[in-house]
T-cell receptor, first 115, second 117 residues
Framework: RKEVEQDPGPFNVPEGATVAFNCTYS??????FFWYRQDCRKEPKLLMS???SGNEDGRFTAQLNRASQYISLLIRDSKLSDSATYLC????????????????FGKGTKLSVKP | GAVVSQHPSWVICKSGTSVKIECRSL??????MFWYRQFPKQSLMLMAT?????????EQGVEKDKFLINHASLTLSTLTVTSAHPEDSSFYIC?????????????FGDGTRLSIL
């Protein structure tokens, strides 16, 4: 099982649509979770952190289900400018065999918002 | 504005050339920085962790003699791709944690697109 799995898409939606992305992670001891967006041939930019209680930032809502090891991102009233690849990112446990503080990235879900 | 600066943005050079990429934290100190690589349509993969004042920690499968990392100060880490070959062509990105400790989000440089002919 891959460490962080996402539906690669692409998701092609009209402007104004609501779209949801899902992500699962394999390491149950993972500590923190994020959604980043990456535009074509650009660096990832932090969209939002994800908290157990769920959190919202404008049109974006992120949820975390630790029991199911599942993270989601909901985008309401999608805009053309939302077109990008959305990366599910996990910061693993401090006991993880890799480096402390490094991030594990999913492959990303591509979103294309059409007029 | 940018909190992590990376230079250069693009490099095109001949096979066998060594290429140096700089990553700077702007207005904050970073004792740790991370170097990632991303091949087309693939996810970002951690190459190594750069530690100020000590040796870098490399991920499995990454050759430390080929990818030299130097964290010379609290605001600068460099990655040198030695004797680069076409298979090293990739998008190299550095990151640094900004607050929140090791479990907080990281901020990325603009990335360096390396093309080896």
């Amino acid at each position: 099982r891959k460490e962080v799995e996402q539906d690669p898409g692409p998701f092609n939606v009209p402007e104004g649509a609501t779209v949801a992305f899902n992500c699962t992670y394999s390491n149950s001891a993972s500590q923190s979770f994020f959604w980043y967006r990456q535009d074509c041939r650009k660096e990832p930019k932090l969209l939002m952190s994800v908290y157990s209680s769920g959190n919202e930032d404008g049109r974006f809502t992120a949820q975390l289900n630790r029991a199911s090891q599942y993270i989601s991102l909901l985008i309401r009233d999608s805009k053309l400018s939302d077109s990008a690849t959305y990366l599910c990112v996990v910061n693993p446990s401090l006991n993880y065999g890799g480096s402390q503080g490094n991030l594990i990235f999913g492959k990303g879900t591509k979103l294309s918002v059409k007029p | 504005g940018a909190v992590v600066s990376q230079h250069p943005s693009w490099v095109i050079c001949k096979s066998g050339t060594s290429v140096k990429i700089e990553c700077r934290s702007l207005d904050f100190q970073a004792t740790t920085m991370f170097w990632y690589r991303q091949f087309p349509k693939q996810s970002l993969m951690l190459m190594a962790t750069s530690n100020e004042g000590s040796k870098a920690t490399y991920e499995q499968g990454v050759e430390k003699d080929k990818f030299l990392i130097n964290h010379a100060s609290l605001t600068l880490s460099t990655l040198t791709v030695t004797s680069a070959h076409p298979e090293d062509s990739s998008f190299y990105i550095c990151s640094a944690p900004l607050g929140g400790g090791d479990l907080g989000p990281q901020h990325f440089g603009d990335g360096t697109r390396l093309s080896i002919l």
